[in-house]
């Protein structure tokens, strides 16, 4: 047992053939053969703002859910390398209210499994297919989160959906919005999650974090962002020591969303 301290429609995009501005790709090591660290940095976006503090308070995310202005996300698809037919699916972006009035937000993040059969040893939002016995997409990523991690869906409160995102193994994802109670203790599901940790909201929306990799792969121009974090933790000693959480591919395109998402400014 781990102890923890503690569907919004896109405007603007019509639904049907999504836009292809831009393309990422997400790895799976498997099918795909990449190790995403290798890949050269083509740049960081330093020249961008960061999220302003007040814009990640709890009210203000409520508040921008419930008002969303039109807007079109960076990221929408992946090259597809997957001949089955698309899956739909959610993941639920957990976003902790940590802090004194819930003031320091963490999001919880996953590392998956060694053995399963897609994005393998990845970082991810608990999430996956939709079963037919859901109420919604929203019930779907509640469920996923339980049964993945524990996470009882009584301390969550679902603010918001972002638009669709198609993974390159054919998984049409929608990520489900969920403000997260403190005090939390959650059970991770050891068949489908190695580890359980959380990153501050703050440095995932900044945009200096931020990076964009592109590299040849089988004579196409693969591109995909990463945001890696270096969180500190006891190992088995004791000691403090540095884990490398290595963010990439889809969940670092829906999190790049997600700052877009908070940086728009509404017209007028």
Same mark, same amino acid.
């Given at each position: 047992?781990?102890?923890? =301290?503690?569907? +919004? @429609?896109?405007? /603007?995009?019509?639904?049907? &053939?999504?836009?292809?501005?831009?393309?990422?790709? #997400? $790895?799976?090591?498997?099918?795909?053969?990449?190790?995403?660290?290798?890949?050269?940095?083509?740049?960081?976006?330093?020249?961008?703002?960061?999220?302003?503090?007040?814009?990640?308070?709890?009210?203000?995310?409520?508040?921008?859910?419930?008002?969303?202005?039109?807007?079109?996300?960076?990221?929408?698809?992946?090259?597809?390398?997957?001949?089955?037919?698309?899956?739909?699916?959610?993941? =639920?972006?957990? +976003? @902790?209210?940590? /802090?004194?009035?819930?003031? &320091?937000?963490?999001?919880?993040?996953?590392?998956? #499994? $060694?053995?399963?059969?897609?994005?393998?040893?990845?970082?991810?939002?608990?999430?996956?297919?939709?079963?037919?016995?859901?109420?919604?997409?929203?019930?779907?990523?509640?469920?996923?989160?339980?049964?993945?991690?524990?996470?009882?869906?009584?301390?969550?409160?679902?603010?918001?959906?972002?638009?669709?995102?198609?993974?390159?193994?054919?998984?049409?994802?929608?990520?489900?919005?969920? =403000?997260?109670?403190?005090?939390?203790?959650?059970?991770?599901?050891?068949?489908?999650?190695?580890?359980?940790?959380?990153?501050?909201?703050?440095?995932?929306?900044?945009?200096?974090?931020?990076?964009?990799?592109?590299?040849?792969?089988?004579?196409?121009?693969?591109?995909?962002?990463?945001?890696?974090?270096?969180?500190?933790?006891?190992?088995?000693?004791?000691?403090?020591?540095?884990?490398?959480?290595?963010?990439?591919?889809?969940?670092?395109?829906?999190?790049?969303?997600?700052?877009?998402?908070?940086?728009?400014?509404?017209?007028?």
């Amino acid at each position: 047992m781990i102890h923890l =301290l503690p569907r +919004i @429609v896109q405007q /603007g995009v019509p639904t049907g &053939e999504l836009p292809l501005r831009s393309v990422i790709n #997400t $790895a799976v090591s498997k099918p795909l053969s990449i190790d995403p660290r290798t890949a050269p940095i083509h740049r960081v976006d330093h020249d961008l703002p960061a999220v302003p503090w007040a814009q990640m308070q709890p009210d203000a995310l409520r508040a921008r859910f419930a008002h969303a202005p039109e807007w079109t996300p960076e990221v929408v698809r992946e090259p597809q390398f997957s001949t089955r037919a698309p899956s739909e699916a959610a993941v =639920l972006v957990p +976003i @902790v209210m940590r /802090g004194p009035a819930a003031s &320091e937000p963490t999001v919880l993040l996953t590392q998956r #499994t $060694a053995h399963l059969s897609t994005h393998s040893g990845q970082i991810a939002f608990p999430g996956g297919k939709v079963d037919a016995d859901d109420a919604d997409i929203q019930a779907t990523a509640l469920r996923e989160a339980q049964e993945e991690v524990g996470l009882d869906p009584r301390h969550v409160q679902v603010i918001g959906q972002l638009p669709l995102y198609i993974t390159g193994s054919s998984f049409w994802v929608t990520p489900v919005i969920g =403000l997260v109670s403190p005090d939390i203790e959650l059970q991770p599901n050891p068949d489908e999650v190695d580890d359980v940790f959380e990153v501050p909201l703050a440095f995932l929306m900044n945009p200096a974090h931020h990076r964009h990799h592109s590299m040849m792969w089988q004579g196409a121009q693969r591109q995909w962002f990463s945001i890696p974090y270096q969180e500190s933790r006891l190992n088995a000693d004791g000691e403090q020591a540095l884990v490398e959480r290595y963010i990439w591919g889809a969940t670092a395109a829906m999190l790049r969303n997600l700052y877009r998402f908070l940086m728009i400014h509404p017209a007028g």
